[in-house]
């Protein structure tokens, strides 16, 4: 069972088929995570901004991307709040740290502090992604889980329930793995996460797990490493 896990987890799929937030789905993650807490792994959680803004879209709109790339981060800044809030009525202690300060809101981040909330048995939230723009929540899910020493990145999906060679969506040929090395994702290609966030993981030899949050208990299996989605390791 691994014991100090961070998850990662998108914006768009806070929302489900809604806009901003979904309700049930905010409870379910924070029922899952209780139930994982309550067994004395230690979580850490960043999470994206995409069910508010993503920056291609702002690009599109004619928004410069540095100001873009601000903007998305701000909403993942109101996802991190709205999650403290549904997981603090379920029991769980939680602490939101930002890469941009804000202090009326949030904790600035500091990674000692951090890893001792951890510690103490809270949640922790990183938002505002790595504070820079032209990184993703993906590479900031590999910094930050690098930073507080977690033993994996759990890559929880909306729609799908690991990798595959091919959008499932698209192709019902697609075939899932069951286990991927790093130089085979960039090898291939495939739609993990962004290549900076897999080479930091590569580098730092950071365990991955991509799986679908859509079903009931899936955080807990894979924090106690049952057979479930994609396992990402270092060697092929």
Excluded: W
Excluded at 19 to 30: C, D, M, R, Y
Excluded at 37 to 46: I, R, S
Aim: aromatic share 6%.
């Amino acid at each position: 069972m691994y014991q100090r896990v961070l998850i990662k987890l998108s914006g768009e799929a806070l929302a489900g088929k809604e806009n901003g937030f979904n309700p049930a789905i905010l409870t379910s993650i924070a029922q899952e995570v209780k139930a994982v807490t309550d067994m004395g792994v230690q979580v850490a959680l960043v999470v994206g901004g995409g069910n508010f803004i993503r920056g291609k879209f702002a690009e599109q709109m004619g928004i410069d991307r540095v100001q873009a790339d601000y903007m998305g981060m701000l909403g993942t800044v109101i996802n991190a709040i709205a999650i403290q809030a549904v997981f603090e009525k379920h029991g769980i202690e939680t602490r939101v740290q930002t890469a941009i300060e804000m202090s009326k809101v949030a904790e600035p981040f500091i990674v000692r502090r951090a890893i001792r909330h951890l510690e103490k048995g809270r949640v922790v939230i990183f938002a505002a992604g790595t504070g820079s723009p032209y990184f993703s929540t993906d590479t900031t899910a590999a910094l930050r889980a690098s930073e507080i020493k977690a033993d994996v990145i759990l890559v929880a999906k909306n729609g799908t329930d690991g990798v595959y060679d091919d959008d499932p969506n698209r192709n019902k040929n697609a075939v899932k793995y069951d286990h991927l090395g790093y130089n085979e994702i960039i090898r291939k290609n495939l739609n993990v996460m962004d290549q900076t966030a897999i080479a930091m993981c590569k580098d730092v030899g950071m365990e991955l797990v991509v799986f679908g949050m859509n079903e009931a208990g899936n955080i807990k299996r894979a924090v106690m490493e049952e057979p479930i989605g994609t396992k990402i390791t270092k060697e092929d």
